[in-house]
């Protein structure tokens, strides 16, 4: 931690008086503190933490100028604060940001050097004067400042989002709808998802849609959430899940509800998960895991489940553990050999590919020279794969493994 040696600087100073004063008090007893008093400190210490955020959002500024950390190869003033502080980059870069925001809005800087606003009160009040036209700011900045000695950032920000339409009505319609139309497209953008398997049996999701369509999502999941729904599902007097837990089970639902017949198409099939169960564990014989055509393994009962469901197509395998070939003569598979053959495969045969999805599926002997369209004739191949083997300038080999390898001719 860096220490002050010898403070000049009265910002300096004055920060090594407060840490002195707080060293003096950190081991004393508040129990003789009366109502009156233990009210009146309460406020005075969130002023004082109101005063002391504003005079380190603006030193943390004036480091932001300087580079600091440079000497130690610190990629920015906020990564060197982190580091020196302990706390995550993100809020070490609020901080800076903080500090450069209040430099551009004077008045919002001094209400917060008074503790007259808490720290998410000048945020808030920052940006949402930024967002309005230049013209507008000063009186809409004075406006939020006088409305926060009477509501909290979250009111505020509400307020906010209204504010042109009381400073500046005749305008207000034409600049909302330009700044929701950035919005939306910022946020179309920015839309991403990610889905990561733990191995456990649970899929873990994150990311971030706009907003249009999380209320339509949120609309979505309220209709299958909703008691009249759920009783219908699991009879009156049963246990309903609430909260979180009923929103993902709804989420589930929404999945398996979808109509797969409008997705589009991949590797010349809809995008319909295929269930593998041998004829064995489908007629309880056994109790054999399933396997998804993804890779995944599924329990029997979940197997025996899901074969009964719109949207999935089962595969039964006899005692050879091979799928039906449907065997029709014709120059593109058929849909149920291709099914069969990307069950068989279980992914691109090209060696060291591991890709599982969207795949082609490709004649060993070509058609042109008298190959069949059968399932022992036909391989799955990833779209780049399937193009190297169509390549002149690769020569593909076929190995008793059943994988096939790529060398570029000479």
């Excluded at 920060?15 to 009156?36: P, Q």
């Excluded at 400073?167 to 139309?181: M, T």
């Excluded at 269930?275 to 029997?300: F, Y």
């Excluded at 009964?308 to 449907?326: H, N, Q």
Aim: a neutral charge; proline letters at 4%.
């Amino acid at each position: 931690m860096t220490a002050i040696a010898t403070p000049r600087n009265r910002v300096s100073v004055a920060t090594a008086h407060v840490h002195h004063e707080l060293d003096a008090v950190a081991g004393a007893s508040v129990w003789s503190m009366d109502e009156s008093e233990t009210a009146a400190t309460l406020v005075a210490l969130d002023r004082a933490e109101a005063k002391l955020a504003e005079l380190k959002a603006r030193v943390a500024a004036h480091a932001d100028d300087l580079h600091l950390g440079q000497n130690v190869a610190a990629s920015s003033a906020a990564n060197w604060l982190a580091h020196q502080t302990k706390q995550t980059r993100a809020e070490a870069n609020r901080t800076v940001r903080l500090g450069h925001d209040l430099e551009a809005h004077p008045l919002t800087r001094s209400a917060l050097a008074a503790g007259r606003v808490c720290v998410d009160q000048a945020r808030v009040i920052v940006q949402a004067v930024d967002r309005l036209p230049a013209e507008v700011q000063p009186r809409a900045e004075q406006r939020l400042l006088a409305e926060a000695q009477h509501h909290d950032a979250k009111t505020l920000r509400i307020l906010g989002k209204r504010l042109h339409e009381v400073i500046d009505p005749d305008a207000a319609d034409a600049h909302e709808a330009a700044l929701l139309e950035r919005e939306e497209a910022a946020a179309i953008k920015a839309c991403r998802l990610t889905l990561h398997d733990d191995g456990h049996g649970t899929t873990h999701l994150r990311g971030q849609i706009p907003t249009f369509h999380g209320a339509a999502l949120r609309k979505m999941l309220a209709a299958l959430t909703a008691p009249k729904h759920q009783r219908a599902l699991s009879g009156p007097g049963a246990e309903q899940p609430r909260g979180p837990e009923a929103m993902g089970q709804a989420f589930c639902e929404l999945i398996s509800r979808y109509p797969v017949t409008q997705l589009p198409k991949l590797g010349g099939l809809n995008a319909t998960l295929v269930v593998t169960i041998t004829e064995d564990s489908l007629m309880g014989r056994v109790e054999q895991a399933g396997l998804l055509d993804t890779g995944e393994h599924i329990s029997p009962g979940a197997a025996r489940r899901l074969l009964c469901d719109v949207g999935v197509i089962p595969v039964v395998l006899g005692g050879d553990s091979m799928p039906i070939d449907v065997g029709r003569e014709s120059r593109f598979h058929p849909k149920y050999q291709r099914v069969a053959i990307t069950v068989r495969d279980q992914g691109c045969r090209a060696d060291g590919c591991d890709r599982k999805l969207g795949l082609h599926t490709h004649h060993q002997t070509r058609w042109a020279d008298g190959g069949k369209t059968t399932v022992a004739q036909g391989i799955s191949l990833c779209s780049w794969h399937h193009s190297r083997i169509h390549d002149t300038a690769y020569e593909a080999r076929m190995h008793p493994t059943g994988k096939v390898t790529f060398h570029r001719r000479p």
